[in-house]
């Protein structure tokens, strides 16, 4: 596919559709960014999008994307984050929100690249381009998971056991590659079948709540890398991957103080060591806070439907692993399926852990320089594309989150000349120097740890347990 040059003036603009005030008839009223910045609470809370003001206040809790996207972008310009979040068909549905035009809007030569090239990228279609790859997909995961209850019920060989509890670790990464895809765009054409495969490859083979990760990651990508907004980043007591996570911030998205204590301090001041041991462990604490979540949160789409599918896992799981004849290797067919998923959880990390942090809430005009700095792309060739299931493009992921995977090292080459252009930082490493940046980066906390002083005293160690993120 050819796009065409990114300064080209005859390239269609991703907001070239014209704005609800063409149609508002009248006189239109006009809104000082000043004024808009008021308005940033959840009974009072207004968006710009393109220039056009919108009180979104009653769309707040009916926000298929969750209500922290749009409290955290609240009172600003959510054009960017608008534009690469939803297609144009939704654009329409802004106008019965319509209150104003902004009287001082501006777009930044960077944010203009930015829509022109979203725009050539919608005008070619990828968006809509999946491709075959979530068929082969889930046939592939079919196909070993039979090959993993053959070998667990079928054979009487530990090899064989410990092999079937590999291949589980194995296909809940694949589970994963396909969650997250189906979480950002559609697999197919049919909205119910989409559903219906996210349930089975989330919560019923994994034990994974979509609900839950969707809440999770929609706030990751809107703030990515803030250090009180981004819940990626927010891992006390065990990692810290800056000196301000040792100020007792508060977090944004679990109302709660992240307490760097005399707890937190042990742990974080040792952190470069134990960093690849709780990864092996990481999907034990994402389960809980699946079900914590599913269980507690005052909005979840179909709850009953995700906790029937979770509720799945934990029947068929036991009763595998009951089967086999030792109590010694059913351990080690658990220890062996999360130790080769905490690949997946390491993977997770690298794009983020050794990248630019900031505290506060993103900025709605400066979201292409945000999820530039905040992001790290893996350098691969293409044959080890499946191995990294798209976060190997993680900038062009975070620009583009509604792009299917299997596009983002065609546009990879725009995106890079675009930081260029504009004098912004384009992280890439390969998948050795990522991990060297990562511990590097999770020392340099550590040694500063164990010279800070702590804060207040921890409450509920139980607690902070269940919701440290792994």
Same mark, same amino acid.
């Given at each position: 596919?050819?796009?065409? *040059?990114?300064?080209?003036?005859?390239?269609?603009?991703?907001?070239?559709?014209?704005?609800?005030?063409?149609?508002?008839?009248?006189?239109?009223?006009?809104?000082?960014?000043?004024?808009?910045?008021?308005?940033?609470?959840?009974?009072?809370?207004?968006?710009?999008?393109? *220039?056009?003001?919108?009180?979104?206040?009653?769309?707040?809790?009916?926000?298929?994307?969750?209500? &922290?996207?749009?409290?955290?972008?609240?009172? =600003?310009?959510?054009?960017?984050?608008?534009?690469?979040?939803?297609?144009?068909?939704?654009?329409?549905?802004?106008?019965?929100?319509?209150?104003?035009?902004?009287?001082?809007?501006?777009?930044?030569?960077?944010?203009?690249?930015?829509?022109?090239?979203?725009?050539?990228? /919608?005008?070619?279609?990828?968006?809509?381009?999946?491709?075959?790859?979530?068929?082969?997909?889930?046939?592939?995961?079919?196909?070993?998971?039979?090959?993993?209850?053959?070998?667990?019920?079928?054979?009487?060989?530990?090899?064989?056991?410990?092999?079937?509890?590999?291949?589980?670790?194995?296909?809940?990464?694949?589970?994963?590659?396909?969650?997250?895809?189906?979480?950002?765009?559609?697999?197919?054409?049919?909205?119910?079948?989409?559903?219906?495969?996210?349930?089975?490859?989330?919560?019923?083979?994994?034990?994974?709540?979509?609900?839950?990760?969707?809440?999770?990651?929609?706030?990751?990508?809107?703030?990515?890398?803030?250090?009180?907004?981004?819940?990626?980043?927010?891992?006390?007591?065990?990692?810290?991957?800056?000196?301000?996570?040792?100020?007792?911030?508060?977090?944004?998205?679990?109302?709660?103080?992240?307490?760097?204590?005399?707890? /937190?301090?042990?742990?974080?001041?040792?952190?470069?060591?134990?960093?690849?041991?709780?990864?092996?462990?990481?999907?034990?604490?994402?389960?809980?806070?699946?079900?914590?979540?599913?269980?507690?949160?005052?909005? &979840?789409? =179909?709850?009953?439907?995700?906790?029937?599918?979770?509720?799945?896992?934990?029947?068929?799981?036991?009763?595998?692993?009951?089967?086999?004849?030792?109590?010694?290797?059913?351990?080690?067919?658990?220890?062996?399926?999360?130790?080769?998923?905490?690949?997946?959880?390491?993977?997770?990390?690298?794009?983020?852990?050794?990248?630019?942090?900031?505290?506060?809430?993103?900025?709605?005009?400066?979201?292409?320089?945000?999820?530039?700095?905040? +992001?790290?792309?893996?350098?691969?060739?293409?044959?080890?594309?499946?191995?990294?299931?798209?976060?190997?493009?993680?900038?062009?992921?975070?620009?583009?989150?509604?792009?299917?995977?299997?596009?983002?090292?065609? &546009?990879?080459?725009?995106?890079?000349?675009?930081?260029?252009?504009?004098?912004?930082?384009?992280?890439?490493?390969?998948?050795?120097?990522?991990?060297?940046?990562?511990?590097? +980066?999770?020392?340099?906390?550590?040694?500063?740890?164990? =010279?800070?002083?702590?804060?207040?005293?921890?409450?509920?160690?139980?607690?902070?347990?269940?919701? +440290?993120?792994?």
């Amino acid at each position: 596919m050819a796009l065409t *040059g990114l300064t080209d003036a005859t390239a269609p603009a991703a907001d070239a559709m014209p704005p609800a005030s063409k149609d508002a008839g009248g006189d239109v009223r006009m809104i000082s960014s000043k004024e808009m910045s008021a308005h940033n609470a959840a009974d009072d809370l207004w968006i710009s999008i393109s *220039g056009d003001v919108y009180d979104v206040t009653p769309w707040l809790r009916r926000h298929p994307g969750g209500e &922290v996207p749009l409290l955290t972008l609240a009172g =600003q310009d959510a054009t960017d984050a608008f534009m690469a979040y939803h297609p144009p068909s939704v654009r329409p549905l802004l106008r019965r929100f319509f209150v104003g035009r902004l009287s001082d809007y501006t777009v930044s030569p960077a944010s203009a690249d930015f829509r022109r090239l979203l725009a050539q990228l /919608s005008s070619a279609g990828l968006f809509e381009r999946v491709g075959p790859m979530p068929k082969v997909q889930l046939a592939a995961m079919s196909v070993l998971f039979s090959i993993a209850l053959y070998c667990t019920l079928a054979c009487a060989t530990t090899g064989a056991h410990l092999f079937a509890g590999g291949l589980i670790g194995f296909i809940w990464i694949q589970s994963g590659w396909i969650g997250h895809d189906s979480g950002h765009h559609e697999l197919t054409t049919h909205p119910a079948l989409n559903r219906l495969i996210q349930i089975i490859t989330g919560n019923c083979l994994t034990g994974l709540g979509i609900a839950w990760w969707k809440y999770n990651h929609n706030t990751h990508h809107i703030a990515c890398n803030s250090l009180d907004h981004d819940p990626d980043l927010q891992h006390l007591p065990l990692f810290a991957v800056s000196t301000k996570l040792f100020n007792n911030i508060w977090s944004v998205c679990y109302e709660r103080t992240l307490a760097f204590d005399v707890i /937190s301090k042990f742990f974080v001041s040792y952190q470069h060591w134990t960093y690849y041991p709780v990864m092996g462990f990481a999907r034990i604490n994402l389960m809980v806070q699946s079900i914590v979540f599913l269980i507690t949160h005052k909005k &979840v789409q =179909q709850r009953w439907l995700e906790i029937a599918g979770v509720t799945a896992f934990w029947i068929w799981y036991p009763l595998l692993i009951s089967t086999l004849p030792s109590w010694w290797e059913r351990v080690a067919f658990v220890l062996v399926g999360f130790f080769v998923t905490g690949l997946q959880h390491v993977q997770f990390t690298l794009n983020h852990f050794s990248a630019e942090v900031y505290l506060g809430p993103p900025k709605g005009n400066d979201w292409f320089e945000r999820q530039t700095a905040g +992001t790290l792309d893996i350098k691969c060739p293409p044959w080890m594309d499946w191995f990294h299931g798209g976060l190997q493009f993680q900038v062009e992921h975070h620009l583009f989150p509604r792009l299917p995977r299997q596009h983002y090292r065609m &546009v990879a080459p725009f995106v890079r000349d675009l930081c260029k252009k504009h004098g912004l930082h384009y992280g890439a490493a390969t998948f050795w120097e990522a991990n060297v940046m990562t511990v590097k +980066t999770l020392r340099a906390a550590a040694m500063q740890a164990r =010279q800070a002083t702590t804060g207040a005293a921890r409450k509920n160690l139980v607690w902070e347990a269940v919701n +440290t993120l792994g």
